[in-house]
């Protein structure tokens, strides 16, 4: 069963969807998982996919969006900041947590992306989170830039940021690129794969996802390093997703990220892109059983 919730979050409202077993019981509580979505993602694109068979499988499930996305507050709109959205997943956390249904001791997260990214330094320094899955998962934003397109990629990128700063120093007023675009125009994330993805998911399920975020976005984009701290996250179980074709995380840098993190921990690869995981075949279902399997055995325990 899915139902429309919300929660606070630093004076903002966050929305987003509440999945509850079919097998619940009254008066009984079960393990969770919290749920957000990649860089400029919103729930529609895809997490139900996840989300459903998370529920059927006995885990009450959170999927959100963030402040100034989708369907949740804020302005300005299309701002992704990671500082605020790693904040708005504790937040969801603690919301969560005082669910009467939601047994506290056992709540998982689950991020995608650029929310892989958060789950790597969330499960650091939150211990509520007692088992985590990062799945093609931002492990250092500028050294994917760099291992990617070279250094020049890097400084194009920071000299772009440079002068938006400069530029909107006086007013304050925010200034926007796209998030993809046809190849040979400019974006944040210009892969062809990535355009395709976001394209066909906004025309099919998500029409409050928009194709632009600020550049003060893209400024902190550049310099996130979730990884930083991953020998943190033992002793709680982690299991990471990669894809061996990914255009954008490149797998060399996320099994290097790897090898630093203590047990538990597993890594998954599948033979495919970035964005197949979400839901082409076999590799949707090759990633959701592991993803499955790990949170049944470190959580439902």
Not at 72 to 85: H, I, M, N
Request: proline share 7%; net charge negative.
């Amino acid at each position: 069963m899915r139902r429309d919730v919300s929660f606070k979050s630093k004076g903002l409202t966050c929305r987003g969807w509440l999945y509850e077993p079919s097998a619940l019981t009254e008066g009984t509580t079960a393990p969770a998982i919290v749920m957000a979505h990649g860089f400029s993602g919103v729930k529609e694109l895809d997490l139900g996919r996840f989300a459903e068979p998370f529920a059927e499988a006995g885990f009450v499930t959170l999927v959100f969006d963030y402040r100034y996305l989708g369907e949740s507050d804020g302005e300005p709109r299309a701002q992704v900041l990671f500082r605020e959205q790693q904040e708005d997943y504790r937040n969801a956390i603690t919301w969560l947590s005082q669910q009467p249904v939601v047994d506290a001791a056992r709540i998982g997260v689950w991020g995608t992306s650029y929310s892989g990214g958060h789950v790597l330094y969330l499960s650091a320094f939150d211990r509520r989170i007692k088992a985590a899955v990062a799945q093609v998962p931002a492990i250092g934003t500028w050294r994917s830039l760099v291992a990617q397109h070279g250094v020049e990629a890097l400084r194009m990128m920071l000299a772009l940021t440079t002068a938006d700063r400069e530029a909107r120093y006086p007013h304050d007023e925010p200034t926007y690129m796209p998030v993809v675009a046809p190849p040979g125009q400019p974006a944040v994330l210009g892969t062809p794969d990535a355009y395709d993805w976001f394209v066909a998911g906004a025309t099919e399920q998500a029409p409050t996802w928009r194709n632009e975020v600020t550049i003060e976005s893209v400024e902190q984009l550049v310099e996130y390093d979730p990884a930083a701290a991953i020998e943190l996250i033992s002793p709680t179980p982690l299991l990471m997703v990669a894809a061996e074709n990914d255009t954008l995380i490149p797998l060399a840098s996320v099994r290097e990220v790897f090898e630093r993190a203590g047990e538990p921990k597993a890594l998954k690869t599948v033979p495919c892109g970035h964005f197949d995981v979400y839901h082409d075949e076999p590799y949707h279902s090759d990633v959701l059983t592991a993803e499955l399997e790990w949170f049944k055995e470190h959580l439902a325990g």
